[in-house]
């Protein structure tokens, strides 16, 4: 599929699904295996060489099975797998493993009381994020005629506010921002912010805030 082209050097957008994210194909099991090394390795901060000689392994055949190049032998799979102090099994997970989806029928997300939710102020969960590292929580936000302005709300992550009815002016950190039908507010998250003067209620907006799981 076509992509854009950024003389700036900036990741290429790609034009069927408008995003930078990098692309997820069908994975062959040497690959997948490799993936999982690789990634096992990165967050116990060892280097390719390391791993390789606490498996007994040369760095270059290390280099192979991450790369998905060769098939190793279960015997070279599990030194590996006892290098990186995971069970064998481990490295065979990321192979054809199910892709969920949430969906949530109109008006039937879960009304929640999240951290830091105020009188007036009422969360409704669209969905959750699914075997992810990171976080992903969806929210549709309503301010009804009793909601009072509040701007201290603060976590880690980052959040994206799109306007969907009302108006108000939103605060983040030292910044004021009108938004308005069709507005888009995306920031820091851990910087406080929240609703400033709330001008037209009831008000509802999307809110996703995205965070990695601890």
């Known amino acids: ?10 990741p290429d957008i790609d034009i069927g699904t408008g995003s930078g994210a990098p692309r997820v194909g069908a994975l062959t099991l040497e690959q997948a295996i490799g993936a999982k090394i690789r990634q096992q390795r990165k967050r116990l901060d060892i280097t390719g060489a390391e791993l390789a000689a606490a498996a007994k392994v040369s760095t270059g055949m290390m280099s192979k099975i991450e790369n998905g190049q060769i098939s190793p032998s279960l015997s070279t ?89 009302g108006r108000v002016v939103y605060r983040h950190a030292d910044k004021t921002y009108l938004l308005e039908p069709g507005d888009t507010l995306f920031f820091d998250a851990a910087a406080p912010h929240g609703p400033e003067e709330l001008l037209e209620l009831p008000m509802t907006y999307l809110s996703i805030i995205i965070y990695p799981k601890e």
């Open 77 to 165: 799979l599990n030194a590996v797998a006892k290098a990186l102090n995971v069970p064998l099994s481990a490295l065979f997970a990321g192979y054809e493993e199910r892709r969920d989806c949430s969906f949530v029928k109109a008006g039937s997300g879960v009304n929640i009381e999240r951290r830091g939710t105020k009188a007036g102020h009422h969360y409704q969960m669209l969905g959750h994020s699914l075997g992810s590292d990171i976080v992903v929580e969806p929210f549709l936000i309503t301010l009804t005629e009793e909601a009072r302005p509040y701007v201290a709300f603060q976590h880690a992550g980052v959040e994206m506010i799109y306007m969907l009815t």
């Open 1 to 10: 599929m076509a992509k854009d082209t950024n003389e700036q050097g900036e």
